[in-house]
């Protein structure tokens, strides 16, 4: 089945710094999302990018589908952004299949 | 605040209770999904609902039992349930099945926190 890796697994950052999470995945995919989920368990889906570059507010993204990877941008990060970020691709069987997960932490 | 309404947040129940998990979903999606997390790891899928049929069903033991009745409604009905069963679980939705066309986005609830004693 598909491979999806993320990376950094961890990371902690400033407020007011800027960071890059990445996702690979080893096949190709119809669709791929972004989710943060915050301390208290809520999964928001943020991405919805099978391919190309979207904004949203301080965050961006970009899937590069024929290389197999995507990008999510976090600019100027605050501490409401801490959690875990998710990015989960859809194979051809269906489902959706995600990755480990990068762990956020935004220091004051 | 989501869209996708889970009850209850938190529930406790023993091994021999039986109880349900509701979700409930007036986005007009036509998938919807059951989840299962444990602490620090992603989501695994346990069952899918399209177009209010099973369509898939992640060799979920049988102590777990999903429903459908319209489509903006998803139970899971627990009954016998072991301590490791413990988690968050978590319903989602999206507009269609995400492997037809391009997919849609998936919706997820705020989840229902389990403890089994």
């Known amino acids: 089945g598909i491979q999806v890796e993320q990376s950094p697994p961890d990371l902690i950052l400033q407020e007011g710094a800027n960071s890059t999470l990445r996702c690979n995945f080893s096949d190709s995919v119809n669709n791929l999302q972004w989710f943060h989920q915050n301390p208290w368990g809520q999964l928001i889906n943020l991405f919805y990018?099978?391919?190309g570059t979207k904004q949203n507010g301080r965050l961006s993204a970009t899937t590069v589908a024929t290389e197999r990877y995507s990008l999510l941008y976090i600019s100027s990060s605050q501490t409401t952004d801490s959690g875990v970020y998710f990015c989960a691709v859809c194979s051809n069987t269906g489902k959706l299949i995600f990755g480990q997960g990068t762990t956020l932490q935004v220091k004051p | 605040d989501t869209e996708v309404t889970q009850t209850p947040k938190h529930l406790v129940m023993g091994m021999t209770n039986k109880k349900s998990l509701k979700c409930e979903q007036h986005m007009g999606h036509r998938a919807m999904y059951w989840y299962k997390q444990k602490a620090k790891k992603p989501p695994e899928l346990m069952f899918v609902?399209?177009?209010?049929?099973?369509?898939i069903n992640e060799s979920v033991p049988s102590r777990f039992s999903p429903e459908c009745p319209n489509s903006s409604l998803l139970n899971l009905h627990l009954h016998a349930l072991q301590p490791e069963d413990s988690a968050l679980y978590l319903c989602?939705?999206?507009?269609?099945?995400?492997?037809?066309?391009?997919?849609?986005?998936?919706?997820f609830g705020n989840g229902t926190r389990l403890t089994v004693t």
């Open positions: 990018i099978p391919s």
């Open positions: 989602a939705s999206s507009q269609e099945l995400n492997w037809q066309s391009l997919g849609s986005p998936l919706h």
């Open positions: 609902y399209s177009y209010e049929k099973l369509s």
